[in-house]
């Protein structure tokens, strides 16, 4: 058995909170380490479970329940009219959920179809841009957003995503479909076992998590309500479900999507064989990324050479690859307590290409700034070989344009390097890409079997597929690079996030218990003279509930102890270090 699947291994943690031991000296590893130990924790994904302790990616029970989805979601592309797929989710699952309604969306409208996907993200469209967390803790605003997109339908297949089956946005949306069975049939994709389901009351409601969890199991055995769970070890970052967390859900709905779009628009039924080879195409990405060690590593280490210089890292994006480094980035907000201008993505196309719910989100200010063009106006004037940037493309997409591009950087920064994705064999762009930068050559090709299934996918183009692991596999890789940047600009200690805002309720149980766990006394105090900028606890302070903690949160960037009072901290400030000293 594996160290994290032992029952006394931090017993008292779900999974998606618990800290990876592969990862525990992360802080102090070499990039290439980095590289390695993300490597090792990305792999779990696929792992066979040892002894019953866990369902796992590969377990018989998921394939089957993921056969049992698509077949619901093939009933739907067959008699669309009033129907709908729902896809819902806070912060990452949410940016997933966005991804998979608007590919599969995309893919309809090649065939002259009308969409049948919507998603929903807590907070709106600016939470695909930017952190949003405080949302997450809203049952009632996710029952509302989902009654507002299912009005007039008659049936409705409702995908919640909560990797740690614990938001209570998708709780009260499951509460909502589980109150009305007519039209509803819920769907819960998350990374842990039901009973590690949060159980914590959400104020104001009658159910927790776990109780909605609990219904849900009732109806799944007469296939009225469906659980996609499998575990799939813990985060290499503890608690950061944007990147192991992200990358399964992505591979289970597409796989999902995916095969319901076969059955319907190719006569492809759904397999058992059909759905686990799909999944192995997926664990061969990986394969292939991180074959590229040592250009990830090397990346990372300009990434990260840039943040400790207060330099920044830009992604420039082409394709549907551009959407993926604009979530990286935005993640890094939350996750490291970075500046919005450390890491940002760019898209070509801007927010045509995104084609979210709300349009353009410009008028929010330069951080929903997102084209390529915006980057020539508010990034590239200030650029300096202090900046990192990236491009990430594919042989499909105008190498010409990319080619442009790279040249007026060069201009600026000698620092710029590249990520290309082909298909085997296909070199002519890569010779022509060789003189811009150095670069990191990824090369996906499909195996003759899923060659003929993908074929007959979604749309007459043979490379669905392969568009959908050159997705995963520059997630992985923007999720390597910086995560490790920011773990060589010291913002991890051992395999734990330090610098975060406590904006939700699940942030601040993560915050209190890191305190625990570091033997600091009345940890909970620490946290709350934190928030607070107090030595001493006010009765009021002490008496108010989470909810006023974590708003007051909000007020605050990055906190530390500086002489004895608390106040703002700069760059190195973080809340665990500063209540240790
Ligand atoms: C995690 C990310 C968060 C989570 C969000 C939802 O790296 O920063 O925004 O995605 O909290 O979590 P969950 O467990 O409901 O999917």
Not at 404 to 412: F, N
Request: hydrophobic content about 40%; charged content about 20%; some cysteine.
């Amino acid at each position: 058995m594996r160290e994290w699947e032992s029952p006394d291994y931090e017993p008292s943690l779900p999974i998606s909170e618990k800290s990876n031991p592969l990862t525990r000296d992360i802080d102090r590893a070499s990039a290439t380490c980095i590289v390695r130990m993300l490597q090792a924790s990305d792999a779990q994904m696929f792992q066979e479970g040892t002894g019953t302790t866990y369902k796992r990616l590969l377990s018989e029970q998921v394939v089957e329940t993921l056969m049992e989805v698509a077949k619901r979601v093939e009933l739907i592309l067959e008699d669309p009219q009033d129907s709908l797929v729902v896809l819902s989710g806070c912060g990452t699952s949410g940016r997933i959920a966005f991804l998979m309604a608007s590919s599969f969306n995309r893919a309809l409208r090649e065939l002259n179809k009308s969409p049948v996907y919507s998603y929903i993200i807590a907070g709106g469209d600016k939470a695909l841009l930017s952190s949003q967390e405080a949302p997450e803790d809203d049952p009632r605003m996710g029952m509302l957003s989902l009654k507002r997109v299912c009005e007039g339908k008659r049936r409705v297949l409702f995908i919640g995503i909560s990797c740690g089956l614990s938001a209570p946005f998708v709780a009260g949306q499951l509460d909502f479909c589980l109150q009305h069975p007519e039209v509803f049939t819920p769907v819960l994709v998350g990374v842990n076992p039901t009973h590690q389901a949060r159980d914590e009351p959400i104020p104001g409601c009658t159910f927790t998590f776990r109780s909605v969890v609990q219904r849900m199991q009732e109806l799944a055995k007469s296939q009225k309500a469906f659980l996609v769970n499998p575990a799939v070890g813990p985060e290499a970052i503890s608690g950061s479900s944007r990147m192991k967390g992200g990358s399964v859900t992505k591979i289970l709905l597409e796989v999902v999507l995916s095969a319901a779009h076969a059955a319907t628009f190719t006569n492809t039924s759904v397999t058992y064989m059909g759905i686990l080879q799909h999944m192995r195409a997926y664990e061969k990405t990986l394969d292939i990324t991180y074959a590229q060690e040592e250009g990830i590593s090397a990346l990372l280490e300009a990434a990260g050479r840039s943040l400790r210089r207060g330099g920044r890292v830009c992604y420039l994006g082409w394709g549907s690859l551009a959407a993926t480094g604009l979530i990286d980035a935005s993640e890094c907000i939350p996750t490291f307590g970075a500046d919005y201008n450390d890491v940002r993505g760019f898209v070509s196309g801007g927010y045509r290409e995104l084609n979210n719910n709300e349009g353009p989100l410009i008028s929010l200010g330069p951080d929903f700034c997102i084209a390529h063009e915006d980057f020539l106006r508010l990034a590239l004037p200030s650029l300096s070989d202090l900046d990192a940037v990236l491009l990430v493309y594919t042989h499909s997409d105008d190498v010409c344009d990319v080619v442009k591009l790279a040249r007026r950087v060069r201009e600026k920064t000698s620092n710029l390097h590249a990520v290309y994705h082909q298909v085997d064999g296909d070199t002519a762009a890569a010779v022509q890409q060789v003189s811009i930068c150095p670069s990191i050559y990824l090369s996906i090709y499909l195996s003759i079997y899923l060659s003929i299934y993908l074929s007959i996918y979604l749309s007459s183009d043979e490379y669905t597929l392969v568009f959908f692991q050159w997705e995963l596999s520059t997630k992985l890789l923007l999720n390597a690079v910086s995560t490790g940047a920011h773990v060589l600009k010291g913002k991890i200690y051992q395999n734990h996030m330090i610098d975060v805002q406590v904006t939700n309720s699940k942030l601040y149980g993560r915050a209190t218990r890191l305190l625990r766990v570091y033997q600091i006394h009345r940890c909970e105090d620490a946290l709350l003279k934190a928030i607070y900028r107090v030595d001493e606890l006010t009765a009021d302070i002490s008496s108010s509930d989470i909810n006023t903690h974590t708003l007051a949160a909000r007020n605050r960037t990055k906190v530390r102890r500086r002489g004895g009072a608390w106040s703002a901290g700069g760059s190195n400030g973080c809340v665990t270090c500063s209540v240790c000293v």
